[in-house]
Structure formats: C-alpha cells, structure tokens
C-alpha cells in the first residue's frame, strides 16, 4: 500500500503537464519557490517555469548565492530582476546578470563595489 505522500504525488502526475504550468506561472516569484519545496512534481514544473518567466520579482527575502542560483536558471526572456542583495557580493554578478535584462532592481546592495556597478553596466546593455 503506498503512503499518502506517494499517492498525493501518483495523483498530480496524472495532471496535465500544461495544467501544472498554467496555474504555477500565475503564482509569484515567492509563491513559485514555495510550490516547489512541496513535491518533486511541483518542484520539476516550478524549475521549468524558472527558465522561461519574464519577472523575477524576489524582495521577499535576501537570498544567499547558494538559494539564488537554483532559482535563476538560463532565461532569455528574462526582462525585469528585483532582489534583495543584503547577502549576496561581487560574485553574484554571473548569477542575476544577463544580456535580456531592461530592469535592473537591486537593495540593499552594501556588498557591491563600484567595480561591479559598472560591469553590470557593460553586460546589460539594454538596461533603463
């Protein structure tokens, strides 16, 4: 007899993938991440989601380097990036930085050097 995590989970993959995508891409950035932390059903769907959204809006909460690469994979479509920077430094910048940006939202950025500020810069040429 399976648990009831497994039945739960046996159930949702009978849901249409497309179903599954269609509601989570409703949620927020915050609620997205919270989806995913409950199965492995929502966390494969919540993934996918990750790399093709274009706002990513995480003021939430100061991620670490380590929380916030998971949750900005490869994006070509990502256009707006908001983030609470109060844990990240200098070596974030391969992480939140591409060339489809055109908002840039960083606070609480202390750890930034200047240095970074201008290579944001030089890699998001289509920033305003």
Same mark, same amino acid.
């Given at each position: 007899?399976? !648990? #009831? ?13 497309? $179903? ?9 950035? &915050?609620?997205?991440?919270? $989806? ?9 769907? &919540? ?7 274009? +706002? ?6 100061? #991620?670490?380097?380590?929380?916030? =690469?998971?949750?900005? #994979?490869?994006?070509? %479509?990502?256009? !707006? ?5 109060? =844990? ?6 391969? $992480?939140? $930085? =591409? ?5 840039? %939202?960083?606070?609480? /950025? &202390?750890?930034? +050097? ?9 890699? /998001?040429?289509?920033?305003r």
């Amino acid at each position: 007899m399976a !648990s #009831p995590e497994e039945e739960e989970e046996e159930s949702l993959d009978q849901l249409p993938g497309t $179903v599954l995508g269609t509601i989570i891409s409703k949620l927020d950035v &915050a609620s997205i991440c919270s $989806v995913a932390s409950t199965c492995k059903t929502f966390n494969a769907c &919540a993934s996918h989601i990750l790399t093709f959204i274009p +706002s990513f809006h995480l003021l939430d909460i100061a #991620p670490s380097i380590d929380l916030l =690469r998971p949750l900005l #994979p490869p994006n070509p %479509y990502l256009k !707006s990036l908001k983030l609470d920077c109060a =844990r990240l430094d200098d070596s974030a910048i391969n $992480v939140f $930085v =591409r060339d489809s940006l055109h908002q840039l %939202y960083l606070h609480n /950025c &202390a750890n930034f +050097s200047g240095k970074l500020i201008s290579e944001i810069g030089g890699k /998001c040429a289509d920033l305003r």
